[in-house]
């Protein structure tokens, strides 16, 4: 590795850090403008920069310019530039620097996966390829397997052969042996590798760039390269997509996306996950050309601005061409199903911090004694998440939710094994519970109501439910428990009976009144609710198409669209369930 640094002439534009700097400095500063989720990954820097260490996070800094140094003393080797060297625009620099820069208390690499989404031509495969020039060659590894991944061996190519160019160009011509389909250097390969390929079998990643993560079709290529890590000390899975068809949210793709979104948005915790997308926002208008940028971070580099409007005017004259044009060019999922609630609402209701590592603070359930409650339940089939949550009307006009949320261990492990949910890290600080086996234990929900009414003296005024899993929940708190049939309902799902409840409560989440303490898995649920409307312009949320589980945000609803109409405001049948559809 020395010999071939000592090998390699230094970049022809110095200072890599000072962009990088500058680019954090620009995006927060209004500066350069920037999407949402490219201001949550900067300010997702800043912050652990000024509190990682807490975690063991810390920043090498002279790491992550050795890392852009390298990759700029590669050769572009096509078009206006070809033969000189590649030059890392900030927001580059930025991505590059965070990704090698930033490591664990043991001195290895932090991020295992990186997830980049931009429009075309922003110098996503050309990047890339100095990334795994980097990852083969310049990262101390011994025996490195380095991939690129496509869903075809062809398509896989592409980024390999421009790594190809980039060596014959350069002094790593004299250190690394170019094959027809691969490279090696010392005991280290480098291949283009296809799903169609005849085995995946006895992979030892080390590293791989995934490319156009939209067009795979299934997650086994992903799956098999994830696996394929194991072995390894600090591999690294760079992903580079464009925007995917909006309608398909059962792919890999998307699933990686949401996972991404979730991560910046602060959801879910992953100190080994780097994600970065740039995109509009919601509201912006993709025919407004000084949004552009936001998807295409280099507008006037590799992106024409002329070339944009002339395509945008395309689009606007031919409707079939507009979604075409949003995936491409500003990086929209476009026709995809739409979400809830604005961007940054949830996370604006927050009302304070209710949940320690114990579950629900004593001071809140003590804070609650002697309130009147509403309570939603969404119960699930045997093997999956079920959540009731109370809601508190309070004197100042606002409502309080207390949410529960119960899994089978079994089936938690599977789910952070398989879809990166972090159950059981969510269990470790009681905001939900694992019961034993494989299954839901129903009694342990009855047991918590009971304990509410008994122990916490909560005035529980209804318990809400949807019969399809709660004939047995049911029967139990009447026959056993001691609850009222008066106070244990029925309350169904379809368009009639969720239409009001939804409105409520997001007229409460923009009136700023709905106070939810912070409570992660109700954030994830409310995160992942699709909804669906009829000719009649009713609501609902939609299960079967939303990405990941939503059973919270469903008893969510239930319980402040009943407490904000109040009972005694409504019909004895109506509270008997009779009239609910």
Request: one cysteine or more; a negative charge; hydrophobic letters at 40%.
């Amino acid at each position: 590795m020395t010999e071939t640094i000592e090998l390699l002439p230094d970049a022809t534009n110095a200072e890599p850090m000072a962009r990088f700097a500058a680019y954090i400095e620009a995006v927060r500063s209004g500066e350069i403008v920037a999407c949402r989720y490219v201001r949550q990954a900067v300010d997702r820097h800043v912050r652990d920069m000024e509190s990682g260490g807490e975690r063991g996070l810390w920043f090498d800094a002279d790491e992550a310019d050795a890392s852009i140094r390298f990759i700029e003393c590669l050769k572009h080797s096509k078009g206006e530039w070809a033969g000189s060297n590649l030059h890392l625009e900030p927001w580059q620099c930025f991505i590059i620097g965070s990704i090698f820069g930033w490591k664990n208390s043991d001195g290895t690499r932090r991020f295992r996966t990186a997830y980049e989404e931009v429009a075309r031509k922003n110098g996503k495969s050309t990047t890339a390829a100095g990334i795994g020039l980097k990852l083969f060659i310049f990262d101390d590894e011994p025996g490195a397997e380095v991939y690129t991944a496509a869903t075809k061996r062809d398509q896989a190519k592409i980024v390999h052969e421009e790594a190809k160019r980039m060596v014959r160009k350069s002094v790593l011509r004299d250190v690394v042996t170019i094959l027809r389909d691969n490279m090696l250097y010392g005991d280290s390969i480098y291949r283009p590798l296809g799903a169609d390929a005849d085995t995946l079998d006895g992979l030892h990643l080390h590293g791989a760039i995934v490319d156009e993560m939209h067009a795979h079709k299934t997650r086994d290529l992903y799956d098999v390269l994830d696996t394929a890590t194991g072995s390894r000390r600090q591999s690294m899975l760079f992903i580079i997509t464009t925007a995917g068809e909006g309608g398909d949210r059962e792919s890999i793709c998307w699933e990686l996306r949401s996972y991404t979104t979730k991560v910046l948005d602060g959801i879910i915790e992953d100190d080994t996950w780097f994600g970065v997308i740039f995109t509009l926002d919601d509201g912006d208008d993709w025919t407004d050309e000084t949004t552009w940028i936001k998807a295409n971070p280099n507008l006037g580099v590799s992106v024409s601005l002329d070339d944009l409007k002339r395509k945008c005017k395309k689009a606007q004259e031919t409707p079939a061409s507009q979604n075409n044009f949003r995936r491409k060019h500003t990086n929209e999922w476009v026709e995809s199903d739409q979400a809830w609630l604005p961007a940054g609402l949830w996370d604006s209701n927050a009302g304070g911090a209710w949940y320690d590592d114990a579950g629900l603070k004593q001071e809140i359930r003590d804070r609650l004694r002697g309130r009147s409650c509403w309570i939603g339940g969404d119960l699930s089939s045997v093997d999956d998440l079920t959540g009731i949550v109370a809601v508190f009307p309070a004197d100042d006009g606002f409502y309080d939710v207390i949410p529960f949320g119960w899994c089978p261990r079994e089936n938690a492990i599977g789910r952070e094994r398989d879809h990166r949910v972090p159950y059981t890290a969510w269990a470790a600080r009681g905001q939900i519970f694992l019961t034993e086996g494989n299954s839901v234990d129903y009694d342990a929900v009855r047991a918590l109501l009971c304990r509410m009414r008994d122990e916490w003296q909560w005035d529980i005024q209804e318990i809400n439910m949807d019969p399809h899993n709660a004939r047995y929940v049911f029967t139990k708190l009447v026959d056993e428990d001691q609850f009222p049939e008066t106070v244990v309902l029925e309350h169904r799902q379809g368009y009639i009976s969720m239409n009001d409840p939804i409105k409520q409560t997001q007229k409460l989440l923009l009136d700023g009144k709905l106070r939810h303490g912070g409570h992660r898995p109700l954030a994830w649920c409310v995160s992942n609710v699709v909804t669906r409307v009829d000719p009649a312009g009713n609501i609902k949320f939609d299960k079967a198409r939303a990405a990941e589980k939503i059973d919270l945000a469903v008893a969510l609803v239930m319980a402040a669209g009943r407490a904000v109409s109040r009972p005694d405001e409504t019909s004895v049948y109506e509270r008997r369930g009779l009239l609910s559809v």
